[in-house]
Nanobody
Framework: QVQLVESGGGLVQPGGSLRLSCAAS????????LYWYRQAPGKQRELVAA???????NYADSVKGRFTISRDNAKNTVYLQMNSLKPGDTAVYYC??????????WGQGTQVTVSS
């Protein structure tokens, strides 16, 4: 059974930092490209960051220079380090492991709220 479990969300003041973690089980982790998405109330889910099996990364323009995605294949975990957080970053953050259309797995989401 495949499981992706996010953690690390919470309430943070503008300008603060959070690190999200997503621990995976039931998949051959190191071969999967991994993604972080977010969904704010009333908005569509959007891609925030991506990391390939080889470690190459990509980011949405809105988070470039502030967020960093990384992976630890020994721990079957993907991370999202979020710095200089803004109220506009408030959303539910989801991790996604997607190899193809048949092997496409999601976590349950973790809430990030940026507010003073």
């Amino acid at each position: 059974q495949v499981q992706l479990v996010e953690s690390g969300g919470g309430l943070v003041q503008p300008g603060g930092s959070l690190r999200l973690s997503c621990a995976a089980s039931g998949i051959i982790f190191h071969i999967f490209p991994l993604y972080w998405y977010r969904q704010a109330p009333g908005k569509q889910r959007e891609l925030v960051a991506a990391i390939t099996s080889g470690g190459s990364t990509n980011y949405a323009d809105s988070v470039k220079g502030r967020f960093t995605i990384s992976r630890d294949n020994a721990k079957n975990t993907v991370y999202l380090q979020m710095n200089s957080l803004k109220p506009g970053d408030t959303a539910v953050y989801y991790c996604n492991a997607r190899l193809n259309s048949a092997k496409n797995y999601w976590g349950q989401g973790t809430q990030v709220t940026v507010s003073s």
